[in-house]
């Protein structure tokens, strides 16, 4: 017995070492999410789906600033607003007074595609990484690893996809991607497809998410100042916008009441160049982040968002 | 609680540890410890359903004593049939219910009489089909006098719910795993360490080859509709994989976890695949079910005694019976039937007990003859697969269609975007797979041994190769087919 069970612990013990090592080995190109797991909490906050994931870059607004921001947008499939992304952007936030926050939105991200677009049963991103784990600060974060890598743990050795980095304040970058017009054109037209033909047929405003939306503004508050942003999406992806919700600016006004500010940049949507027409590419990306910084400087030097821009 | 999963990684060695640390060994709190554990195990996944567990438990426990002290025949016989409607009664409530309702329902309506449909929304419990098979064997083994009624209440629910076999076998018979509750069991270095082996086989067999399988089958079968013979073919070929690594990989699991508690599991899988024809196949399969089913149904209707007719009768009876075990779909019974018809040729010419012995026995290159008759074998067994798979009796036709159509020679390019490696990567690791299963093919299980196991650094770089293999190459988790069963 005493024989069988020291072979086996030796057996294990590089086994165990080596799944303990991996985990420090997790990072950046592992999956497009779990750096956003492993930082500390944090003060400055931007949060929304992977508009401004990718679009935001909190190296651009800390240089315009002054403030560390910490991008923690995931997808539209991941962290629409709702109690998920709540309760896990509560876990993210270090509770600092005097933080400012970024909180891009747009009619996806308080859309259900359920039947009944308030069961919270139903909602799309309850099984997500965002729903599922429970610690959002840890390094390395096993927890995460072993809920949302489903097994897939050589991708922490080899990198899952070579075009995607996430970069340690949160921004995700895309890059080495093929950006000649006719490549660009083919993304746009399979993602438009894809919107018309699936999110469109399905996506229902939530009170629900609204509600979620107006929680997550109203905790920011708490800690300091609170930034609404719609960024720019490509003329075809603004059409269907349009379709799904019309009235998004009069649907959120409650919202932009209770802000420090909402900046629409749908209506420069053209000054900026697309991956697949909905999200920024990285050029693209610091320069409307640039736009931002501006922008909240001239707010929080007291001037209106059009004398802003 | 799923065998490959961190939940198992922690109960295993928590409960070996309790198990042995067992002052003096004592072999009450040993079976009770294990009872708890079953119970535990089952109720991880719903314990909602430990109940029918200990139903099924406490009925045949009692009928058994109650055989054990009954002379009279008619009263006997009466205490088998309660048992038989119990048991069989779950199982047809809770597995064929619904099958029987929609069944019923279509056959008056065509008919022109026309009948409401009243489905009710019957949750499966895991495990049901394997452990009524097993408490229903006690019963008609105490009643036949072939083994004495246990008289341990906890030595029989321990037998019952024994955690490594509870939710998908091998289903074992009380003759063979009741006198181990019931007998001291110490602990065997060897054995152990051969359980070890085994668990880490059948969790290659699962993870590396059976999930990945499943990956590619699922695809095909996704679009079905639309990709040619060749895909469809090729999807056959994977899930034969599938199902066998799936399987057979949890029988390895379960039968290597009881060695470590000192326990002996029947042989569940005997490399099926390398059968040289399908009788053979079929004592190399499942083998604790299709000896269930020899002992208790097939030999009873007077199994390959008699005249030609009740030969047929017999066979077919079997595989239908054996194919409707597996599910309440009509797939699985024709799957059954068609069993029986690769099957009933063998038996008219009495050629179904020609390959007893363990293929190629004198030689690692087979001759050319026994190789032809092993692919002719799997082909069998494929096809047939095809309606284990389908969705539907007719979609299993559709896709037999395409398979042996022009669109077989046909280049037809999937995208296989949401698998997690390109079916050629698979097919080398199913080679690979074959090699070793084909070179383990006289043991127990494949890596049982080798004669390189003699040079430490080798065996113990072998099982290092093995786990590294399970970490590199996982496909993306499925859940054990058989549970559903």
Known sequence: MKRFIKLTVLFLIPVVLFLFGLGFLAGGTTDPFYLRFTSPPQKNLIVGTSKSAQGIQPEVLEKELGIAFYNYSFTVSHSPYGRSYFESIKKKHNKEKGGTFIVSVDPWSISSYCHDPNDESQFRERNSCVAITENVNAFPNYEYLYKNLDGNYRHILIKANDKILLHNDGWLEVFDIDMSSEEVQKRV????????????????????????????????????????????????????????????????????????????MTPFNRDYIYTDGNHLYSESGAKASQFIADWMNGVSRNLKPSQAE | MLFNSIEFILFLPLVFGCYWLIPNRKLSYQNLLILVASYFFYGWWDWKFLGLILFSTIVDYSIGIFLSRSHKKIARKLLLWISILVNIGLLGFFKYYNFFIENFTLAFNSIGIHVNQSSLNIILPVGISFYTFQTLSYTIDVYRQNIKATHSFLSFAAFVSFFPQLVAGPIERASHLLPQFENARKFDYKNAVNGMRQILWGLFKKIVIADNAAEIVNQIYSQSGEVSGNSLALAAFFFAFQIYGDFSGYSDIAIGTARLFGFDLKQNFAFPYFSRNIAEFWRRWHISLSTWFRDYLYIPLGGSKGNILKKIRNTFIIFLVSGFWHGANWTFIVWGGLNALFFLPLLLTEKNRKYLNNVSDNSNIPPFKVFMQIIFTFSLTCIAWIFFRADSVHHAFEIINRIFSKSLIQYSGIDFVGTRFHPLTVLVLICLFILVEWLGRKQQFAIEHFRFYRIKSLKYGFYYLILLAIFWFNGSPQEFIYFQF
């Open chain 1, 189 to 264: 037209t399979k993602k438009v497809k894809n919107y018309r033909s699936k999110y469109l047929q399905q996506a229902k405003l939530s009170q629900v998410r609204l509600h979620y939306l107006e929680q997550t503004i109203s905790y920011f508050k708490e800690y300091g100042k609170v930034y609404l942003i719609r960024l720019p999406v490509s003329s075809s992806i603004y059409a269907i916008e349009n379709e799904l919700m019309p009235d998004f600016d009069s649907i959120i006004e409650p919202m932009i009441e209770m802000s420090n500010g909402y900046l629409d």
